[in-house]
């Protein structure tokens, strides 16, 4: 098996056998050495994912809650608590059993268990309603009012799964690009404690009451500290990794991925301290607030999914980046023009003048960077179109890297006063804001992650048709979500704009197009349950540990090795156990 | 007390971070980022996982899969 | 090396200009930006904007934590932006301008109109009156308004047996919206105050000179 197989893939069909031998020597450093790196990096990048893991479902939840109660203001989410957890209570039995049983396939298992789960939450909506009519009291509770829920949706959003989830992928892409293995992984695991103990603390505080009405900001003020500890452990980590690198190249995922590191504790401290501690007079607080906000997106959120997408997209179709000039140059333009974009989000509004048109400037020169990363990602997938049929993180990232350019494109053009006149205000900035950070950047974090986690676990996915389900709800959920929001809030806006229009017709004109974004939220959310599963079984081990390595490509000689020597360890355990 | 804390944090970030920013540009075109970026593209492969190799797929494709760039070669359900 | 520290320099400067920028230079231009004496519509002069007090800044508080700006702006816009429909719609009668806000912190300038603009609600829903319609709209918004998609803020009163005489402040509630006979329905001081804080919302008190057009 190892001389043949292990050549494959190389060029040259006509090797001596001596050069065959020296590659395959050469071939098995690196994967031992990868391995090696990858298997530093599990426990960290492991812990920031299963907190943003944790922390999507919930975002999803309170998302989709706050936007039932956009058109159905009476909506009360214990309904849907109580329903859970009955339904969860009747039937775990029955998992159990269907988990237990031997002749099943894991795919059928993963069916007959939500079946088992649909069947008692019907059976006790049934009972409820007709047998015990259980009716909670009248008015809900002060702690799910819509703008609480609102306020929960965005900030679990923002830094309960955004920011771990790009961290999580940081711990992986740096050491990896960097040719080092990770290095204080205590101190990474403590950060992830400290983020995670932040962000519960806070969404206690939000539902109870004590938010801030800062949007990108409403924890409440004890929350901060614990975030900024940890972001500065994360960064401070991320230098010494720089200074320890053994690659010459620092490759322009790098260059990302340290500049986000960078930018990210910055904008934090300073927005938490002119907006929270020690607000500044009026309308600075404004301009601080977005200044802020903004650079959340285009500073942290974006470089993260834009530089993972530099790497997977090369890495998964085995072709180098199409242009790596042009990278970058998008690269440093990004960093140039992003942070002029802030006060887009306030045009029309109390600032000075002056402050709009440099943003509206720093919007259009946005084209650069936008434009240097849209042809450098689709030139390199050109002809290569067929592979996202087989793999799962392409799909995933190639989605998002096209929605990057379309989102970014759209955005461009609601910086212009113009358009701005009739969007602002209005749904189809919602609908922006999710085609961006949903549609581009948690589609390509999870493509990253269906490509690293079976690297840092050793283990095979599940199911295939879990996935596939995942990538399909989410992305026609999105569209679904983002075509009704967006052509909703066009016709609010220009209601709006003319004075003899009803307020109130136009509130009632809104309500088709909430429910169908309730709809497409609803399938989002289901393809996070979907995610949610995957990656537990995946921590677990269960499912099929496939035959031979799960690296998605032919042993390497270090593997046939161990596997004469008797031993199933993965490569990751061969490369640690020879350190 | 307000104003000094603002003024602080504004100037106290831009010398910091700022100063930052210029010794990384100044490291990297020192140390040559700006060259050679035929070489850096290819930063990301190594003998073991070459240019040429696919490395992702479902795990229920057939595992030829998983060697050689070709995109006619299996025809699966997607 | 010279020419690369020129471009680094350049740069660098730049990145660190949009620091400078939006966030050093209005903070400069705007910080000591002072409250001025004005005459009101009813010709009292005094000086404006003053800081809220009392029950209407706790009111701001109970406006904050139920996050109502997620719903309503504060900001009213010039004649010339948006069909001038901000003010057509009687929302203010000047555009709103730094001066307004000098004493609001946070400030909830609002990036969402799902409902209605409330800079200066407290010019449409005045006195007594405007507060008895603002608790019963804060009760059950589609009792005032059929059709509103405003949540219900029925936390904020109470449901009390009624004994002896009826309280004063009870909601005159109709319909499906009232209580069974024998209870009432009274605002807590939250409610109380955050009524107290909607009838003095207002950003167009004076004619600011800055805010002509
Ligand atoms: C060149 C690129 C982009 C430009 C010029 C741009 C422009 C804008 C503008 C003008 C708004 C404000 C709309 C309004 O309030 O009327 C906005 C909102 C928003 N954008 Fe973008 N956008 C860009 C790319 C992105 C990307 C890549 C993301 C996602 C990571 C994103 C996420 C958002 C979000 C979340 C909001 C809503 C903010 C809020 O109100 O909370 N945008 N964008
Ligand atoms: C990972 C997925 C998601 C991301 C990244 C995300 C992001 C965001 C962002 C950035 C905003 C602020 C928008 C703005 O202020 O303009 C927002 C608001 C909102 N999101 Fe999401 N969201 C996600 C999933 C969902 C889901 C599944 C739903 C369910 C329907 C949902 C419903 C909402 C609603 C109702 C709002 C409030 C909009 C408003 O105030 O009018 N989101 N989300």
Redesign the pocket.
């Known amino acids: 098996m190892a001389a043949s197989t292990v050549v494959n893939g190389l060029t040259s069909p006509n090797v001596s056998n001596a050069d065959a031998g020296a590659l395959a020597e050469e071939q098995c450093r690196a994967a031992k050495e990868r391995a090696a790196i990858d298997s530093a990096s599990r426990l960290p990048a492991l812990a920031w994912l299963a907190g943003a893991t944790f922390w999507?479902l919930w975002?999803?939840f309170f998302?989709?809650v706050?936007?039932i109660k956009?058109h159905i203001p009476w909506f009360d989410v214990r309904v849907i608590m109580e329903l859970g957890i009955i339904s969860t209570l009747l039937s775990v039995p029955l998992m159990v059993l269907i988990a237990r049983s031997k002749n099943l396939s894991l795919d059928a298992k993963i069916g007959f268990c939500t079946f088992a789960f649909v069947a008692a939450a019907a059976l006790w909506l049934v009972l409820r309603t007709w047998v015990f009519d259980i009716r909670w009291s009248e008015h809900g509770g002060a702690w799910q009012t819509f703008g609480r829920t609102?306020m929960t949706?965005?900030s679990l959003?923002?830094y309960g799964?955004?920011t771990q989830a790009g961290i999580a992928g940081i711990l992986w892409l740096v050491p990896r690009l960097s040719r080092t293995p990770l290095i204080y992984p205590n101190a990474l695991i403590a950060a992830a404690a400290i983020w995670n103990v932040g962000i519960f603390a806070g969404v206690i505080g939000i539902l109870a009451g004590l938010g801030t009405s800062v949007?990108w900001l409403d924890f409440p003020p004890f929350v901060p500290p614990f975030l900024i500890v940890s972001l500065a452990i994360v960064a401070a980590w991320g230098i010494v990794t720089f200074t320890r690198r053994q690659e010459s190249h620092v490759y322009v995922t790098l260059w990302y991925c340290f500049g986000a590191m960078f930018w990210m504790p910055w904008l934090y401290t300073v927005a938490v301290i002119i907006n929270i501690y020690s607000p500044a007079t009026g309308v600075v607080q404004s301009a601080c607030n977005w200044w802020f906000a903004h650079n959340v997106l285009g500073l942290w959120l974006t470089p993260i999914g834009v530089g993972a997408a530099y790497y997977i997209i090369p890495k998964v179709i085995g072709r180098p980046v199409y242009s790596y000039y042009l990278s970058i140059i998008g690269f440093w333009s990004l960093a140039l023009f992003y942070s002029w974009a802030g006060m887009h989000h306030l045009i029309g509004g109390p600032i000075p003048p002056w402050m709009v048109s440099a943003s509206t400037v720093g919007s259009m020169m946005m084209f650069i960077p936008v434009i240097a990363v849209g042809v450098n990602h689709h030139m390199t997938m050109l002809g290569h179109m067929g592979q996202l049929r087989y793999s799962p993180s392409l799909r995933f990232v190639v989605f998002g890297a096209i929605t990057y350019t379309a989102v970014s494109a759209q955005g461009a053009i609601e910086a212009l006063r113009e358009f701005s006149e009739v969007a602002h205000f209005t749904?189809y900035?919602?609908g922006?804001?999710?085609l961006?950070?949903?549609g581009f950047?948690?589609m390509i974090m999870f493509g990253v992650f269906y490509y690293m986690v079976p690297r840092l676990t050793g283990q095979e996915w599940a199911s295939s048709r879990l996935i596939r389900l995942h990538f399909w709800l989410c992305s026609v959920?999105i569209v679904i979500?983002f075509t009704s929001l967006s052509i909703s809030g066009w016709f609010e806006g220009r209601q709006m704009n003319n004075p003899d229009y009803p307020f109130i017709q136009k509130m009632s004109n809104e309500l088709p197009w909430l429910i169908c974004?309730?709809i497409?939220?609803?399938m989002?959310?289901l393809g996070?349950v979907a995610w949610a599963i995957l990656f537990v079984l995946n921590i677990c081990g269960v499912g099929s540990r496939r035959e031979g390595p799960t690296f998605f490509r032919e042993k390497t000689s270090a593997e046939v090795e161990a596997e004469l020597n008797g031993s199933t360890a993965t490569p990751a355990e061969v490369a640690l156990a020879s350190r | 007390m307000a104003d000094f804390i603002v003024y602080a944090t504004v100037l106290g970030s831009i010398v910091f971070f700022g100063g930052a920013a210029i010794l990384a540009m100044a490291w990297s075109f020192r140390n040559g980022q700006f060259e050679n970026f035929h070489k850096s593209s290819r930063s990301i492969f190594d003998a073991d996982e070459p240019v040429g190799r696919v490395t992702d797929r479902f795990p229920d494709a057939p595992r030829s899969h998983g060697t050689k760039n070709s995109s006619s070669e299996a025809s699966h359900r997607s | 090396m010279d020419r690369t520290v020129t471009l680094l320099l350049g740069i660098t400067l730049t990145f660190a200009s949009s620091w400078l920028g939006l966030v050093f230079a209005p903070y400069v231009q705007m910080n000591n930006v002072q409250p001025i004496k004005g005459t009101t519509d009813d010709g009292v002069e005094e000086m404006y904007p003053r800081p809220l007090e009392g029950e209407a800044a706790y009111g701001r508080e109970v406006y904050i934590a139920n996050g109502c700006m997620?719903?309503h702006s504060q900001q009213i816009r010039s004649e010339h932006f948006g069909n001038g429909a901000d003010i057509k719609r009687n929302w203010g009668v000047r555009r709103t301008v730094q001066r307004d806000y000098i004493y609001e912190k946070p400030i909830l300038l609002g990036?969402?109109r799902?409902g209605p603009d409330l800079a200066n609600v407290a010019r449409r829903w005045s006195g007594q009156g405007g507060k008895d319609w603002n608790h019963l709209h804060l009760y059950a918004p589609r009792m005032m308004m059929p059709g509103s998609l405003m949540p219900s803020f029925a936390f904020l009163y109470e449901k009390r047996r009624i004994t002896g005489e009826p309280s004063a402040d009870a909601l005159k509630l109709q319909g499906e919206w009232a209580p069974e006979p024998g209870y009432e329905i009274v605002p807590t001081p939250q409610a109380k105050a955050l009524v107290e804080y909607l009838s003095v919302l207002d950003h167009n008190r004076i004619m600011l000179p800055e805010a002509q057009e």
């Open positions: 999507l975002a999803s998302g989709l706050t936007s956009m609102r949706h965005l959003i923002g799964w955004g949007e749904n900035t919602v922006h804001a999710h961006g950070a949903y950047f948690t959920g979500y974004r309730s497409g939220g609803a989002m959310s996070h | 997620y719903c990036t969402m799902t």
